[in-house]
């Protein structure tokens, strides 16, 4: 027979406290482990489920490769969510907790930059052009984990339509939600009109977007940032962190999707509609929108720059890709 030793003793004696302080039986729960089968690695992470979820609407094999990667995206796209609740939701955070869980999220952000060539050089070019119009109108501008990200992460000003935010700078969220910068992405090319994409977008997400940019709207990123300036703790790592997040999230990762449109959407003499119509020459490039997280953090000349050389690098690539196969 087994001896109960002083530590087993001393761990029988704690769970008979916490099952006491909520009047529950310890014995039943210990009959409970006793009868339970042994965890297996399949079952924790739900593995047969998670690889049954892969749809594809057409024959063509490279579609699976498209699904996969867009659902790899948005698991990444949750982990990043989970560090901005555990800053917003923290009562009081440290300039480590804070630089810990942004190190995270730009880990996070990297590892999809980087993965990206996935989906830029994994496809056939005439399978996605032909597969994708079986998706319509599905676009990953319907992506809601995304714009959460973006609205956790600054004051919401800095979502509006960049010829609106003087105008608008003063006024409450809800006024400013009308003028959001990521609808003038899913307008029609030819009428300017609302596409059904983004119909289908603000039925699903408006409500869920505009509650949580009012619930954040005094403890985004940027404000727990400005308190722990006021406290003497946003030294300069934490600022180059702030940098480098709002680099990934703003610049870094709409480009890889604008060399990926690039490859499989640009077409002489013009260039194909994205997925769902969705404006993608003028929606993705950062130097046109402005999309800044923390102007504060930045000189005059680097918001000028924003994304200038990032578009025109690759742009030069396919020019030059374009005359090699002439």
Same mark, same amino acid.
Not at 25 to 31: I, K, R
Not at 164 to 173: D, F, G, S, T, V
């Given at each position: 027979?087994?001896?109960?030793?002083?530590?087993?003793?001393?761990?029988?004696?704690?769970?008979?406290?916490?099952?006491?302080?909520?009047?529950?039986?310890?014995?039943? *729960?210990?009959?409970?482990?006793?009868?339970?089968?042994?965890?297996?690695? !399949?079952?924790?992470?739900?593995?047969?489920?998670?690889?049954?979820?892969?749809?594809?609407?057409?024959?063509?094999?490279?579609? &699976?490769?498209?699904?996969?990667?867009?659902?790899?995206?948005?698991?990444?796209?949750?982990?990043?969510?989970? &560090?901005?609740?555990?800053?917003?939701?923290?009562?009081?955070?440290?300039?480590? +907790?804070?630089?810990?869980?942004?190190?995270?999220?730009?880990?996070?952000?990297?590892?999809?930059?980087?993965?990206?060539?996935?989906?830029?050089?994994?496809?056939?070019?005439?399978? +996605?052009?032909?597969?994708?119009?079986?998706?319509?109108?599905?676009?990953?501008?319907?992506?809601?984990?995304?714009?959460?990200?973006?609205?956790?992460?600054?004051?919401?000003?800095?979502?509006?339509?960049?010829?609106?935010?003087?105008?608008?700078?003063?006024?409450?969220?809800?006024?400013?939600?009308?003028?959001? *910068?990521?609808?003038?992405?899913?307008?029609?090319?030819?009428?300017?009109?609302?596409?059904?994409?983004?119909?289908?977008? !603000?039925?699903? *997400?408006?409500?869920?977007?505009?509650?949580?940019?009012?619930?954040?709207?005094?403890?985004?990123?940027?404000?727990?940032?400005?308190?722990?300036?006021?406290?003497?703790?946003?030294?300069?790592?934490?600022?180059?962190?702030?940098?480098?997040?709002?680099?990934?999230?703003?610049?870094?990762?709409?480009?890889?999707?604008?060399?990926?449109?690039?490859?499989?959407?640009?077409?002489?003499?013009?260039?194909?509609?994205?997925?769902?119509?969705?404006? !993608?020459?003028?929606?993705?490039?950062?130097?046109?929108?402005?999309?800044?997280? *923390?102007?504060?953090?930045?000189?005059?000349?680097?918001? &000028?720059?924003?994304?200038?050389?990032?578009?025109?690098?690759?742009?030069?690539?396919?020019?030059?890709?374009?005359?090699?196969?002439?």
């Amino acid at each position: 027979m087994m001896e109960i030793t002083p530590e087993i003793k001393e761990r029988l004696e704690k769970l008979q406290e916490k099952y006491a302080a909520m009047g529950q039986d310890m014995v039943s *729960y210990l009959d409970g482990l006793l009868y339970a089968d042994y965890l297996t690695y !399949w079952d924790y992470i739900h593995l047969d489920t998670l690889l049954s979820l892969q749809t594809p609407k057409t024959p063509f094999p490279d579609e &699976e490769i498209f699904i996969l990667y867009h659902q790899i995206t948005e698991l990444y796209f949750k982990l990043v969510l989970h &560090e901005c609740k555990q800053i917003t939701e923290k009562e009081t955070i440290s300039a480590d +907790f804070f630089s810990s869980r942004l190190k995270r999220m730009i880990n996070y952000f990297e590892a999809l930059t980087q993965s990206f060539s996935i989906m830029i050089e994994g496809m056939e070019k005439e399978q +996605f052009l032909q597969f994708r119009m079986s998706l319509l109108p599905a676009s990953g501008f319907q992506s809601g984990q995304y714009r959460m990200i973006e609205i956790y992460a600054t004051d919401f000003i800095h979502l509006v339509a960049k010829d609106q935010r003087e105008a608008l700078k003063n006024e409450p969220i809800k006024k400013q939600f009308d003028q959001i *910068y990521w609808q003038y992405g899913a307008t029609e090319l030819s009428t300017g009109k609302q596409t059904l994409t983004l119909k289908q977008f !603000w039925k699903k *997400y408006a409500k869920t977007f505009l509650d949580l940019a009012e619930n954040v709207q005094d403890k985004n990123l940027w404000k727990i940032y400005l308190q722990l300036e006021e406290k003497g703790l946003a030294n300069h790592e934490i600022k180059n962190l702030m940098r480098a997040f709002d680099v990934l999230v703003n610049v870094n990762w709409p480009l890889v999707h604008y060399k990926s449109a690039v490859r499989y959407l640009h077409r002489q003499p013009e260039e194909i509609r994205a997925t769902g119509g969705t404006n !993608w020459q003028k929606y993705l490039p950062p130097r046109f929108q402005k999309r800044i997280f *923390y102007p504060e953090l930045l000189t005059d000349q680097e918001k &000028e720059d924003w994304g200038k050389a990032w578009v025109e690098e690759v742009l030069q690539q396919s020019n030059k890709n374009q005359s090699t196969n002439l």
